[in-house]
């Protein structure tokens, strides 16, 4: 029989302890980042009037709503201070300008970052 050497239980025993430690940090990492993810799919709902708030001036951001999608267009050089080829102002609902008056009409709102969404009147209430 070979004699038990201490010093080797002392790393095996060490090594064990540093796995659980790792698995149990590993787990709770996960966790954070499915709660993370979690309130992300949560979206803030805009009325027109709090859309307003976000008209671009006075350094405020500039968000735009487009068939119910609320778009921070803020870093957009289109949109600056708010402003869009001095007539659009930010803070409104541009769903039927986006399509009657935009020569790009939809495809240059993939370039703004979704933050929301606009809330049907009757749900304000």
């Known amino acids: 029989m070979k004699p038990i050497n201490s010093h080797s239980n002392q790393k095996g025993l ?4 540093l796995l659980v430690v790792l698995m149990t940090l590993s787990a709770c990492a996960g966790a954070a980042a499915s709660s993370q993810t979690n309130s992300d799919v949560t979206e803030q709902a805009f ?12 350094g ?12 921070d ?18 803070g409104k609902d541009y769903s039927q300008e986006i399509r009657s ?7 240059m709102l993939s370039r703004a970052k979704r933050v929301g969404v606009l809330a049907d009147e009757d749900d304000s209430r």
């Open 14 to 17: 060490l090594l064990a302890l």
């Open 47 to 58: 009325t027109l009037e709090a859309l307003a708030q976000y008209d671009g001036l006075e």
């Open 73 to 90: 267009v803020t870093d957009i050089p289109q949109w600056q201070d708010g402003l869009h080829q001095g007539r659009f102002q930010a």
């Open 101 to 107: 008056e935009s020569p790009h009409g939809l495809s």
């Open 60 to 71: 405020r951001k500039a968000y735009i709503a487009v068939d119910g999608v609320v778009y």
